[in-house]
């Protein structure tokens, strides 16, 4: 009977070194793998920061050009003034323009006199 007890502990013990050896060799897939994740994530936040960079030089750009967009922008102050000014404009020329045809007039009035 201890023979048989003998032989089924060798058997037992002979799985449990399998099992054990099974174990480190998905153990070391594992650290493999592991490590090739650790690199990919070193990888990712490299890019992120440049994209993060490259996202704070953009907002910056826009910033800018926004300003430069509002200084060029007429205000409502421009917008009367040029208005008030076209209207100064449209006024002169109706003066010029009736005091041309008043010239004119006049003019015409000479040749017959003559």
């Known amino acids: 009977m201890t023979d048989i007890r003998l032989d089924r502990m060798e058997k037992m013990m002979e799985q449990l070194i399998g099992m054990a050896a099974n174990n480190n060799s998905t153990i070391d897939g594992m650290r493999t793998d592991l490590t090739a ?29 926004i300003k430069i967009i509002l200084q060029r922008m007429a205000t409502k102050d ?30 015409n009035q000479l040749k017959i006199a003559r």
Do not use: C, G, P
């Not at 993060?52 to 907002?59: G, R």
């Not at 076209?86 to 007039?105: F, P």
């Open 37 to 65: 994740l650790k690199d990919d994530v070193a990888i990712l936040k490299e890019d992120f920061i440049r994209l993060e960079n490259k996202v704070d030089m953009l907002y910056k750009e826009q910033q800018e050009d």
């Open 78 to 107: 421009d917008i009367d003034k040029v208005v008030a000014t076209q209207q100064l404009h449209t006024d002169w020329l109706r003066k010029l323009s009736a005091d041309s045809i008043q010239h004119e007039l006049e003019i």
